[in-house]
């Protein structure tokens, strides 16, 4: 399976890179996960509870960080096992890159299932793959607005119905 997409985040290049590599904002925003706990350098231990199609299992199984250019890339190559549910193990490739609204997520996944997983198919196991890659972005996104604040969006926004209430009301701003 390949998949790949990129995602503007509202917090700078700094700010992404230390979540991503923070084990406990993984915990949170990773679908299912109970436990990242770091094992040595660059590498982690994680947990997660899955279900795809009729099939649930807890895997368990371990990241490692590599080509590491902080803090703009890196590779995670990752594997896991979850019992007679079988096996997922892969890598992604991470550019954080910065720009005018914060700095824009992309990443290419390349990853191979076994066992029960891989028998049901390659569209049920994609649109899976898909919706825990939204499910992770939506809950990335809100637990960076937690810790950064949208502080800078939203005045401007206010600015921005000010100047248009302004505008119908005939009374301009005084420069």
């Known amino acids: 399976m390949e998949m790949q997409g990129s995602r503007q985040l509202a917090v700078t290049q700094q700010q992404a890179w230390d ?18 706990e770091a094992t040595g350098e660059n590498q982690y231990a994680i947990g997660m509870a899955l279900k795809i199609g009729p099939v649930s299992a807890k895997f368990g199984g371990k990241i490692l ?12 190559a990752f594997e896991g096992q979850g019992g007679v549910a079988g096996f997922g193990k892969g ?21 191979q299932v ?13 649109g899976a793959a898909k919706s825990l890659s939204e499910d992770f ?26 100047g248009w209430l302004a505008k119908l009301t005939g009374k301009g701003k005084e420069a």
């Open 65 to 76: 960080l590599s080509d590491i250019v902080a803090p703009a890339s890196y590779t995670i």
């Open 19 to 36: 979540a991503l590599n923070d084990p406990e904002v993984l915990k949170l925003c990773i679908p299912g996960c109970d436990k990242v």
């Open 114 to 126: 076994g066992g029960k997983v891989a028998q049901l198919g390659q569209r049920l196991i994609d």
């Open 91 to 111: 890598s992604a490739k991470v550019n954080l890159v910065p720009n005018d609204e914060g700095c824009e997520l992309q990443y290419a996944v390349q990853a």
């Open 137 to 162: 972005f939506k809950r990335f996104d809100n637990e960076m607005r937690k810790r950064h604040g949208v502080a800078d969006e939203e005045p401007a926004e206010e600015e921005k119905k000010a």
